[in-house]
Nanobody
């Protein structure tokens, strides 16, 4: 079983920065991709950024040049980070971390979500 826990959300002014963290623990040996989705009020959940075990990363166009995803692999835990700079009001959302585990069918594990509010 894999457990995913996020932290680091909060309130920030436009142009500010936040760093989100996520930790995946448990049976992590088969996790091949981790990433962040977000869901703004009244909108569908969208992929923000993801990073594969190979190191390949993908970003949604709206955050390119402003957000950076990174991960750290330890023996018993995978840590994922999302550095968010030059935040805009449209970045306001609940951010969800996920980890995909390779089995006969991919199993996705979600965190509980963390709120990010960008407002003056």
């Amino acid at each position: 079983q894999v457990e995913v826990v996020e932290s680091g959300g909060g309130l920030v002014q436009p142009g500010g920065s936040l760093r989100l963290s996520c930790a995946a623990s448990g049976t992590i040996s088969s996790i091949y991709v981790m990433g962040w989705y977000r869901q703004a009020p009244g909108k569908q959940r969208e992929l923000v950024a993801e990073i594969f075990s190979s190191g390949m990363v993908n970003y949604v166009d709206s955050v390119k040049g402003r957000f950076t995803i990174d991960r750290d692999n330890a023996k018993n835990m995978l840590s994922l980070f999302l550095q968010m700079n030059n935040l805009k009001p449209e970045d306001t959302a609940v951010y969800y971390c996920y980890a995909d585990e390779a089995r006969s069918l991919t199993q996705r594990h979600w965190g509980q979500g963390t709120h990010v509010t960008v407002s003056s």
